[in-house]
């Protein structure tokens, strides 16, 4: 039994997300000044409602990286790529998750 890829005009499959939903989005960067302001600043872009107060930090063992989960309002899954495309570009970020 062979399975053929699907092709370009298939739908998509639907979202495992029901929208909208809060959803957790966790960053990694070097422990800098400005590091949670830039990654605060643009969740405000996608999310005029972020609460900063909900951010959650978590230092690396070494004290060299800081771990930031920011949980968004999310309303859609391409309002959900253009945060991960935004952050996963931003020079302070290493990692998005």
Not at 14 to 38: C, N, Q, R
Not at 44 to 53: E, L, N, T
Not at 68 to 88: F, G, H, K, W
């Amino acid at each position: 039994m062979s399975h053929l890829p699907p092709s370009p005009d298939s739908p998509q499959p639907e979202s495992l997300i029901t929208y909208p939903s809060l959803f957790p989005i966790k960053v990694m960067g070097a422990k800098v000044d400005g590091l949670v302001h830039a990654i605060t600043h643009i969740a405000r872009q996608f999310d005029p409602q972020f609460d900063a107060a909900t951010i959650e930090l978590r230092e690396s063992k070494g004290g060299k990286y800081l771990g930031v989960t920011i949980t968004v309002n999310a309303t859609s899954r391409e309002q959900l790529d253009e945060i991960y495309r935004t952050l996963s570009t931003h020079p302070m970020v290493k990692v998005v998750l």
